[in-house]
């Protein structure tokens, strides 16, 4: 074992969440590297359907360290993220290695062993910052797997077009089956069902907006206070142009839940029957954890108990990027940064502390 070189820390993933902690490391003595799954730079994003911006201006979407170059539209465009992204990765040197596909992670006394489907890595902690893009859910709905139409979920989707002059059933509440009820209503005859109804933000609403929120939440938490949300009078999808302009057509309406599907389409909570050429599934994503099942334990979205962003099952494992549970608004841009530093700094000085 002495001739394999152990790493300080790896990173398993190659998105915007990996990047962050790289660009914290690199503030470090500690020797890292990166292991993307991808063929190319950019992250989930390049994954995004063709029309997907962000919900922030681009002064208010940055990595840590290097602010986005200002877009021409309001809010940028997924092309003008995956540019940023890759152009980050150049300007602070991050070592990427790819494509690496993690398969499997295994514990060896004071070092993990991260085997790919080209070499095993070995490495004295590990952060992952896989997030959720490999993980689409759908829910578990009667009869789904009868249905004879083409299903597709949101993470698959890429542009209205494939679906012109077909009858599309658009399943979810948040902001992707918003978006895209949005367009594909252009060019299809659309419905929308969820499980609640759907709740808008005011117009002047963005991801500035959320951020702040997802920020008194934190400072107030940290000192013990009771963070009280309904002053911020937030509901759930953000008005974004697409959104807005849907409106103005009056599409933006749920026909509610539905009970079961059927070969030719669905069974409505009334009992009403409705035939579909297609179904969307905007229903969100589990946590693409699988490669440390034989290290920690998960839930059945992939879910793992954490302390912060550390690992409470696994002392030498951080998760970052994963949303709420590894730290507020760590799943967006702006808001990685936070947790990204803080992670570095935990595991810099917990590797100075075994020396």
Known sequence: MQEQKIHDVIIIGGGQSALACGYYLR?????????????KCGGAWQHGWKSLTLFSPA??????????PKSENEFPSREEVIDYICQYEKRYRLPVERPFEVKDVEKEADYFEIITDKSTFYSKTIISAT???EKP???EVPGKEKFSGKQVHSAFYQKPEVFTDQKVLIVGEGNSGAQILAEVSKVAETVWTTRKTPEFLPDDVDGRV????????????????????????????????SVKEARNRDVLHSKGQVKAFTESGVIWENGDEESFDAVIWCTGFGFATDHLKNIVSTDERGKIKTKGTRSVEEENL???????????ASATLIGVGRTARATVKEINANLLEKE
């Open 27 to 39: 503030r470090t003595d500690l020797e890292y590297v990166i292991l993307d799954n991808q063929e």
């Open 59 to 68: 002064e208010h979407s940055s990595l840590p360290g290097w602010l986005m």
């Open 131 to 133: 997030g959720t893009w």
């Open 137 to 139: 859910f759908i829910p």
């Open 210 to 241: 959320l951020f702040d929120q997802a920020s008194a939440k934190y400072y107030a938490e940290k000192k013990g206070e009771k963070f009280d949300a309904s002053k911020y009078n937030l509901g759930n999808i953000v008005m974004v142009p």
């Open 318 to 328: 951080w998760l970052v990027g994963f949303g709420g549970w590894t730290g507020f």
